[in-house]
């Protein structure tokens, strides 16, 4: 039996999950609302909360781990838990640390960093650095059902858009990346010039489904290969939006929201037959924190029914950042005895 701790700590979710034997028993996520009154991610604010939330966390994924048969215990006389307070019995069952590496904000990546490495000392036990995107791609097999190697994994999140083939669990190749912005950059981006509170994206999707995809033409920027643009929708939005009256935003916000959803998906999915159509791959996943979008998730099952593909969505849960997928991703690197020294450090941008 494997049983993998994982921590995930790379922008304002701090997370922590326990996979045993490839199969995840507890992935709890702690969020930071401070960000929202400030339109963004503030990186000092977020390590900041990190630091506060990641024993918290850690002890509610370890709560779990001690439901059935774990013999789990707290003192019962210590009114606020801690670390210490867990039966020594529980932390020695873990046979790994999992942590996720890069990319991220360096300050956030830090702060879990550093306490794997601590508890890893702690406890004797292996150190497993992960990187964020190669999780999210892994994330697709959290499911009892999971997609055969070799497949194609469209991962969509705010810092990062990449179509990538996965020849096994630890054998990632990217096929073709964003050459600027992402798309959840241009889902909170675009929100923004709408006028809508941070995060956008997730307003973007609300309103769009009750308006008009085809209401607005905005731009698809015509990309080589499998590459990925979106600063040109961008700025196709922002000059269409600078032409209007005053009274025009609030007055076609539901068509505007779903004319600027359909080109993303657009621009998403027309990208995904390419790569379908090259490498003629018929099982097909979807993954990163813009997979919960529901306008991307139809679209994406659609072009399954089109293609003949087989689709694998993870669910919500496992879309946004989550230390379920670096979980996964430790198990499958445990079995590899892929580990790393204590002296390992995280990297905000990364090449996996």
Request: hydrophobic share 45%.
């Amino acid at each position: 039996m494997s049983t993998i701790l994982a921590i995930e700590s790379s922008c304002d979710e701090t997370s922590a999950a326990i996979c045993v034997d490839g199969k995840i028993v507890s992935n709890m996520i702690a969020t930071q609302s401070i960000h929202e009154k400030y339109g963004g991610v503030v990186p000092e604010l977020a390590s900041r909360a990190h630091i506060e939330n990641i024993v918290p966390t850690v002890e509610a994924a370890l709560m779990e781990l001690g439901i059935g048969d774990w013999d789990f215990e707290i003192d019962n006389n210590v009114k606020e838990t801690s670390i210490s307070n867990i039966k020594y019995s529980v932390l020695n069952s873990i046979d790994a640390i999992a942590f996720t590496h890069a990319p991220g904000l360096i300050g956030s990546l830090l702060v879990g960093t550093q306490f794997a490495k601590s508890l890893a000392l702690a406890l004797d036990k292996p150190l497993i650095a992960v990187h964020h995107m190669q999780a999210h791609v892994l994330a697709n097999l959290i499911a009892e059902e999971k997609p055969a190697f070799p497949f194609l994994c469209l991962t969509v999140s705010g810092g990062h858009t990449q179509i990538v083939l996965a020849h096994s669990p630890l054998h990632l190749q990217i096929l073709g990346e964003t050459i600027d912005d992402a798309a959840g950059e241009a889902f909170d981006k675009t929100a923004k010039l709408l006028g809508l509170p941070y995060p956008g994206g997730p307003l973007i999707d609300k309103y769009a489904q009750l308006g008009n995809a085809h209401a607005f033409k905005f731009a698809e920027p015509q990309i080589s290969e499998l590459n990925f643009s979106f600063s040109g929708l961008k700025t196709s939005v922002l000059y269409f939006l600078q032409k209007q009256k005053p009274e025009f935003i609030e007055e076609n916000l539901n068509d505007l929201c779903a004319s600027i959803q359909f080109t993303i998906c657009n621009i998403l999915i027309n990208k995904m037959k390419k790569a379908i159509k090259q490498t003629g791959i018929r099982q097909i996943c979807l993954a990163g924190g813009v997979s919960a979008n529901s306008g991307l998730r139809k679209a994406f099952e659609l072009l399954g029914e089109e293609k003949a593909c087989k689709v694998f969505i993870p669910k919500f849960e496992y879309c946004t950042d989550n230390a379920a997928m670096i979980a996964i991703t430790g198990y499958y690197k445990y079995l590899a005895q892929d580990f790393v020294d204590l002296d390992y450090s995280p990297s905000a941008r990364s090449i996996w």
